[in-house]
Each structure stands twice: as structure tokens, then as C-alpha cells.
């Protein structure tokens, strides 16, 4: 069965420090992943999403890049965090097929102070 | 750019009553999927529907596909505190170049009283 890890669970970090926030997928090959942003009890907001290793495609302006050095690892990162950048960020994955089912990991809270 | 346009954003009822939340958008979806979140954790698959029209049932809940694929609603019968949660639906948009992605409602925040 497949399984998604997110970690680390909760992040408390000072603006202009760094960031960086990992997922991976355990027992599928190839498939598309995906870094949301959600607000406090509100939808998700698609940040990054990635078809393959090394193919990143941005959905808004920010202050974030995401990286995919393997086929089921993928990377959030920051150089400088803002106070806005707090939230919750989810990853997810799909397999591509028609319906588009995406399966979330269980989340890291970040608070940027 | 496509919405999704949930409602209610906020549900308050007591424990037996039935509700409906409904999901509207002016674009047609290839799919759309109904999520349930509780706090602190992702949001859990539901159901997916695909075709016009179709309607599936998981326990009390009652999940209905618009016939143009602009809509879709979520009912459930004889709420429980267990019912209790975020609300999320999600749309893939069946034209452009979006392939892949997924469009989410704002969600509907669920409270059912014992």
C-alpha cells in the first residue's frame, strides 16, 4: 500500500531563516506530487506541483521553490522566511489517472516569528 | 482561472439532523472529489465522482454530480458528532492546461452537538 510522510510535523523559525520541509511517497512509482498551503480552517492553495523529477511547475508568485531530486521525494524550501509564509503546508500525491485522486500527508505546522 | 464556490462555510446542527453542502462553479470538471479534514491532519478522500449526473453513497452520506459537471453536493443523513470536521470539495478542470491539478472549495467547517 502506498504511504505518504511529511516531516517535520511543526516548525517554529525566525524570520530570514531558512526553510526547508521534505515528503516522500513510499510504494508507487512516478507520481505526480503536489505542495499546498492552507489557512487555518479554509481550502488549499496549490503552491508547487511536479511530474517528474527535476519538473517543477510554480502556480503563484512567493517566496518559496520546491525541488524533486528523486522520483518520490520532494522538497519546500525557502532562503529567507517571512511572517506570511506561516501555515500549514500539505503534500500530496496522485497517480495521474482520470479522476485525479490526490492523497495527502499528514501536514507540517510552520510559525514564522 | 476556475472556483469553486462552497456553502455554507459555516455548519452548526444538533446530533439527527440532516444537512447538504453544496459545491458551484461556472467551469465544467473531468472529476471532482470530496474531502474530509479534521484539525491538524490532511484532508481524507472521500469520494470521487466523474460522470454527469452520478450519485454515490457511502454510509450516510450521499455525494450527487451536476449533470453539466459544474456542481455537486454533499448530504448527510442523521449528522453524528463523529460527522464533525472540514469539509473540503475539489475539481479537476476538464479544459486548458490543467491537467493534474486540482481546484478546492474554501471548505465547510462542520460542528455537530451531541
Known amino acids: 500500500s502506498q504511504t505518504i510522510h511529511q516531516w517535520p510535523a511543526t516548525l517554529v523559525q525566525p524570520v530570514g531563516s531558512p526553510l526547508s520541509l521534505e515528503c516522500t511517497v513510499e510504494?508507487?512509482?512516478?507520481?505526480?506530487l503536489y505542495w499546498y498551503r492552507q489557512a487555518a480552517g479554509r481550502g488549499l492553495q496549490l503552491l508547487f506541483y511536479?511530474?517528474?523529477?527535476?519538473?517543477i511547475s510554480s502556480e503563484v508568485p512567493q517566496n518559496l521553490s520546491a525541488s524533486r531530486p528523486q522520483d518520490r521525494q520532494f522538497i519546500l524550501s525557502s532562503k529567507k522566511l517571512l511572517l506570511s509564509d506561516s501555515g500549514f503546508y500539505l503534500c500530496?500525491?496522485?497517480?495521474?489517472?482520470?479522476?485525479?485522486?490526490?492523497?495527502f500527508g499528514p501536514g507540517t505546522r510552520l510559525t514564522v516569528l | 482561472t476556475q472556483l469553486l464556490e462552497q456553502s455554507p462555510q459555516f455548519l452548526s446542527i444538533q446530533e439527527g439532523e440532516n444537512l447538504t453542502v453544496y459545491c458551484n462553479s461556472s467551469?465544467?470538471?473531468?472529476?471532482l472529489q470530496w474531502y474530509r479534514q479534521e484539525p491538524g491532519e490532511g484532508p481524507v478522500l472521500l469520494v470521487t465522482?466523474?460522470?454527469?449526473?452520478e450519485v454515490k453513497k457511502l454510509k450516510r452520506l450521499t455525494f450527487q454530480f451536476g449533470d453539466a459537471r459544474k456542481d455537486s453536493s454533499l448530504h448527510i443523513t442523521a449528522a453524528q458528532p463523529g460527522d464533525t470536521g472540514l469539509y473540503l470539495c475539489?475539481?479537476?478542470?476538464?479544459?486548458?492546461?490543467?491537467?493534474?491539478?486540482?481546484?478546492f472549495g474554501q471548505g465547510t467547517i462542520l460542528t455537530v452537538h451531541p
Open positions: 500530496a500525491w496522485s497517480v495521474g489517472l482520470a479522476g485525479n485522486e490526490q492523497f
Open positions: 510504494g508507487t512509482s512516478n507520481p505526480n
Open positions: 511536479s511530474v517528474g523529477i527535476g519538473q
Open positions: 467551469s465544467v470538471f473531468s472529476s
Open positions: 465522482v466523474v460522470t454527469g449526473g
Open positions: 475539489a475539481g479537476e478542470y476538464a479544459g486548458g492546461t490543467s491537467y493534474g491539478k486540482l481546484t
